[in-house]
């Protein structure tokens, strides 16, 4: 392939000496190349033309692309297939749906984020309530559920006093901070 290479620039600084038959039919083959290159850069420029256009006249609710793939990695053939796209975005659209519902989860994400601060702060800052026994046995289910890798479905009613132990982490999965003396000694490791 390097031959090739070398061999191709030597013929290419020869043109002058090339037959006036080829010579007229590489000037036609590149004008013919260039003007692909300008028809290819004119469709681009007015896709985005009519685009806008219609875009501006419905008021963001009709988009209209004509060459949809023109621009997009594909084959040759496939950027000039189909020849246009069209969405209607208005009220009642699916994509209207779609983005209302986007922003609603990010709404109450930010607003759960929000609400958690206070708790996590509370719950630094409080002294440690004392655990009932019934407290405890939560605790080893809630372990117990977690050394066999199931998940169990939150509980809606906690109390007060168990929200302000446990801190969210990033994931959004509750860790709950136990202090080493409120841990039992495992009877297998004691001699």
């Not at 969405?87 to 994509?95: D, F, I, L, N, T």
């Not at 702060?121 to 655990?131: F, G, L, R, V």
């Not at 906690?158 to 136990?178: A, G, L, P, Y």
Request: proline letters at 7%; hydrophobic letters at 35%; a negative charge.
């Amino acid at each position: 392939s390097g031959t090739l290479v070398v061999l191709g620039t030597i013929a290419v600084c020869m043109f002058p000496l090339w037959p006036a038959t080829v010579r007229k039919g590489v000037y036609y083959l590149s004008i013919a190349a260039a003007a692909f290159l300008v028809l290819i850069i004119a469709l681009t420029v007015l896709r985005v033309v009519v685009f806008c256009l219609v875009w501006v006249a419905t008021l963001s609710r009709h988009h209209l692309w004509l060459l949809p793939n023109l621009t997009e990695d594909v084959g040759f053939f496939a950027s000039f297939w189909p020849l246009y796209k069209y969405e209607y975005r208005g009220p009642g659209s699916q994509a209207d749906k779609a983005s209302k519902n986007k922003k609603k989860k990010k709404k109450d994400k930010q607003s759960d984020d929000e609400a958690e601060k206070p708790l996590i702060e509370a719950a630094a800052n409080s002294p440690e309530p004392e655990t009932s026994p019934d407290n405890e046995k939560e605790k080893d289910e809630a372990s117990g559920d977690a050394k066999s890798g199931q998940e169990t479905p939150p509980q809606q009613d906690k109390s007060e006093s168990e929200s302000e132990n446990s801190q969210r982490s990033s994931t959004d999965r509750d860790f709950e901070m136990v202090d080493p003396g409120d841990l039992e000694p495992d009877k297998d490791t004691t001699p």
